[in-house]
């Protein structure tokens, strides 16, 4: 667990879509993960712990829909007391390309338990999450930035200028390239100066080592030896070569970007931490988060 970062680990798929397995054991898991953390970072600099369902193939809304059912039978389950002693925590759903009516109706059912069921804790105690994959959906990533409160754009590119991998990748096709695609196509509204989107974005970047296909290009596995020295050194030249480029004005990046957690690394190949300045529009330090294994089971 990175120093104030967030966290993300799989409790659900679409083939465990009513039941937790060993869900009494989530909540001490939490209190460690919790205890774990620098004190510095206690309170509001937490990251969230985010509990993630998983379904990249089946796209089985009536599983996904019953997941939630299951996953707030768990909720309620706690005190206020527990929820606010390892908060902020929230809902992941790392559904990737499925039908645009699938992302609505399951947030809109998300958001709606929420407003009704965890009504006496701070709006930004649990918070709902939603990935925007690289399959293009302009409507179904509407739905995600104006339904979600945390979007995580999977924009996997390994590099900016590639210099030590020797694959020669091209910059025609780098971290910020494929950034400029998700904002100006995936999300068509982004860039529309007044659009004030309820998600605010965090890149998500690969690191897993298993990819097979264009691994080279998508995953810093492939360029393991850099180390988590390369990853920094990448995301540094691209918010840089992103402020220069003048994608996203002052006003767009407020009303866009996560400034808590603006980067997540999916499988990094090791566990280690991070803490580092994001650029001109903030001064302040914040936090890499560096997720555990995604999908893979962790109960």
């Avoid at 953390?37 to 089946?58: C, E, F, H, K, M």
């Avoid at 754009?153 to 200028?161: D, F, H, I, N």
């Avoid at 590639?162 to 982004?190: H, K, Y």
């Avoid at 400034?259 to 330090?285: C, M, T, V």
Wanted: overall charge negative; glycine content about 6%; charged content about 20%.
């Amino acid at each position: 667990l990175s120093c104030g970062g967030d966290f993300w680990f799989n409790v659900g798929d679409s083939s465990s879509a009513t039941e937790i397995r060993d869900s009494y054991r989530l909540l001490p898991f939490m209190r460690d993960l919790r205890a774990s953390v620098r004190p510095d970072t206690q309170g509001s600099g937490r990251g969230v712990i985010y509990l993630t369902y998983g379904d990249t193939t089946a796209h089985d809304e009536l599983a996904l829909l019953q997941f939630i059912d299951t996953f707030f039978e768990w909720l309620l389950s706690l005190s206020k007391a527990e929820i606010l002693e390892v908060a902020p925590i929230g809902i992941s759903l790392d559904v990737e390309g499925s039908p645009p009516e699938m992302v609505f109706n399951s947030l809109v059912k998300l958001r709606a338990y929420k407003h009704t069921y965890l009504t006496e804790i701070p709006e930004e105690v649990f918070l709902i999450q939603h990935v925007v994959a690289g399959f293009p959906s302009p409507q179904g990533t509407k739905y995600i930035m104006e339904l979600a409160d945390s979007a995580v754009y999977l924009v996997y590119r390994s590099y900016m200028y590639d210099t030590i991998s020797g694959m020669n990748l091209s910059p025609a096709n780098n971290l910020l390239v494929r950034f400029r695609w998700f904002i100006t196509e995936q999300c068509e509204d982004c860039l529309s100066p007044g659009y004030q989107p309820r998600a605010r974005i965090t890149v998500l970047v690969e690191s897993d080592c298993n990819l097979y296909a264009y691994c080279g290009r998508l995953s810093f596995c492939a360029q393991s030896a850099g180390g988590i020295a390369n990853v920094v050194d990448t995301l540094k030249i691209f918010w840089s070569e992103l402020t220069i480029s003048g994608l996203l004005t002052q006003e767009r990046f407020d009303a866009l970007m996560n400034k808590d957690s603006p980067y997540g690394i999916h499988n990094w190949w090791e566990r280690s931490s991070l803490r580092f300045a994001i650029g001109p529009y903030s001064q302040d330090l914040v936090s890499l988060s560096l997720p555990s294994d995604r999908l893979r089971k962790l109960l």
